[in-house]
C-alpha cells in the first residue's frame, strides 16, 4: 500500500512541478522555478522507491497518464487554459490506456 502511495505522490509533485514551468515564463522567474526543481526531483525520488516494488511498465504508465491529465485540468483550472472536446477525448483514451496496462500488467512484482 506504501508504494501506491508514493506513486500517488510523485503524480502529484509531477503536476505541481509542471504548472510551476508554466507559471515560471520560461524559467524567469524565481519562485516558480524553484517548484520546478524541488517538484521534478521529489516526482522521481517518489517514484523511484515505488518501484522497488511495482513494476515499472504499468507504474510508468499510471504516473506519466495521469500526470497527463492532471496537467490539463490543472492548466484550466490554474491558468484557464480552454479544454476542447478533442483534449477530452485524448484524456479519456490516455486513462482507458492506463487502464489496459494496469490490467495487463498489474502493478506489484509476482
Known sequence: MTAYLLVGAAIAAEVTATL???ASHGLTKLAPSVVVAVG???AFVLLAQALKSLNVGPVYAVWSGLGTVGALVGG???F???VKPASLIGA???VGGVAVMYLGGGLSHE
Open 20 to 22: 510551476a514551468l508554466r
Open 40 to 42: 521534478y526531483v521529489a
Open 76 to 78: 484550466a483550472v490554474v
Open 80 to 82: 484557464g487554459e480552454p
Open 92 to 94: 479519456a483514451l490516455v
